[in-house]
């Protein structure tokens, strides 16, 4: 991903945050309680993210060639970087004010009109620089400038750029959307964490499909899919509604009926197995829409979810999910029924893992959560890629997904029409215009 491809989804996760801020306002100004360990971890996530690498990025190569190349943009670029400059002192203030306000010191409507003043602030001040900066810094910088931008967001020893400050403010984020209210996040009153994460391993092919057919009565769904995905490997299928990436998913799960075509899974032809025989060769889906057994207990689902596993095991991962997911912990008695749409697809993904799954195929996993839980669900997967789990993502957003995958896949009708590397598939501009949006 070049350099500004990656200042634009910094911005997203800005713009989520925002939003989800936004929205907290709202509810505090309608009387909600005032969350102050969310706002603090939201603070912290904005002062160290933000003020520790987002703005010295684009102060430090974007600003600066931009003043060489168009001297003519000047006093926008100063009034852009003043704002930086300015925004650590304005979050200690906001600091203060939700201090006041969860003290009783200041009213819910005073609180949330400071909230959204900043806000409001930080949506300008990205918008400025996506529909203006950014274009022109694509228009004007010359091959050294990209050289010289290149090597720098290469570098894995500048601390600005390296993985273990990739991983730190994943982590940040993961505590955000622990500690959000229900409405926007997971609920927690705890933090959790994402686990450390050592380099991954790629190696043989793990899976290979050949030729996959699947009707539906008359109508074929699957017209000779082919697929191959590497051990370590994330790999990305995307493709409108309809394409048939679910059906691949329940095919290759074996719930859906093969009329054709063969699957091999670490070698061994699998595509005449039960699907409860799959399971056990280390097949596991966390399937669309969630699918939790609602009567049954949080505890209950990600048993059931373990169990092709040995029982000694089964308390000991369920502590790992717990870990990773605290809400489920504090919850492990409720019904998974009750519980709200975030929570439920960390559920499903945690009852997937439970069976130590050596592919993990997630269908949809962010269809229908509140922003705030998209970049969540994208740091969970992060964080098992980077574990070095073999991953087959589904996904309704097609940007996330492939910028997240190693290799990709798109499907119209049934069929695969273009395949190659995540990066490859973003750049394609077929595929930016029919499912980036771009």
């Not at 201090?99 to 009213?107: E, F, H, P, R, V």
């Not at 490997?233 to 719930?255: I, M, Y």
Request: aromatic residues 6%; glycine residues 8%; neutral net charge.
């Amino acid at each position: 991903m070049d350099a500004l491809s990656l200042i634009s989804q910094e911005h997203s996760n800005i713009w989520r945050l925002a939003i989800t801020v936004d929205h907290v306002a709202s509810e505090i100004e309608a009387g909600a309680a005032v969350e102050q360990p969310f706002f603090n971890a939201v603070f912290d996530y904005l002062e160290q993210f933000v003020g520790r690498s987002h703005h010295p990025r684009e102060d430090d190569y974007l600003y600066r060639l931009l003043r060489l190349r168009c001297p003519q943009v000047t006093a926008e670029i100063d009034r852009l970087q003043a704002e930086h400059r300015q925004d650590l002192t304005k979050l200690a203030a906001l600091r203060a004010q939700v201090a006041a306000a969860a003290q009783g010191q200041l009213s819910g409507g005073q609180l949330a009109a400071a909230l959204n003043d900043y806000t409001t602030l930080l949506k300008t001040h990205i918008l400025t620089e996506e529909k203006s900066v950014l274009p022109l810094a694509r228009s004007v910088f010359t091959t050294a400038d990209w050289t010289e931008i290149k090597q720098a967001f290469q570098s894995s020893d500048d601390p600005m750029f390296s993985d273990k400050s990739r991983a730190e403010f994943r982590q940040l984020y993961h505590r955000v959307a622990n500690l959000a209210p229900e409405s926007v996040g997971l609920g927690s009153s705890s933090v959790g964490t994402l686990q450390p994460l050592p380099e991954r391993s790629k190696a043989e092919v793990q899976l290979r499909v050949q030729g996959m057919e699947s009707c539906y009565g008359r109508i074929k769904a699957l017209k000779g899919i082919s697929i191959e995905v590497r051990r370590g490997e994330t790999v990305a299928l995307v493709g409108a509604n309809g394409a048939g990436k679910t059906t691949f998913l329940r095919t290759l799960s074996g719930v859906q009926p093969m009329s054709a075509g063969s699957i091999y899974f670490k070698g061994q032809d699998i595509s005449r197995l039960r699907s409860d025989k799959r399971t056990r060769c280390g097949i596991c889906q966390s399937p669309e829409g969630r699918q939790v057994f609602g009567p049954l207990s949080i505890e209950d689902n990600l048993a059931l979810g373990a169990y092709t596993q040995p029982r000694k095991q089964v308390p000991g991962d369920m502590e790992k999910i717990f870990t990773m997911f605290p809400i489920l912990k504090e919850r492990r008695a409720q019904s998974a029924g009750t519980l709200s749409g975030g929570q439920q697809q960390m559920l499903a993904i945690g009852r997937a893992l439970m069976g130590r799954p050596s592919l993990l195929l997630l269908d949809e996993p962010s269809m229908g959560l509140a922003p705030m839980l998209v970049e969540e669900v994208f740091n969970v997967i992060r964080m098992l890629k980077s574990k070095g789990m073999t991953i087959l993502l589904v996904e309704q957003n097609a940007f996330a997904a492939l910028a997240i995958a190693d290799r990709g896949y798109v499907l119209e009708t049934g069929t695969v029409t273009l395949s190659g590397t995540g990066q490859e598939l973003i750049n394609n501009e077929q595929v930016r215009a029919a499912y980036l949006g771009m």
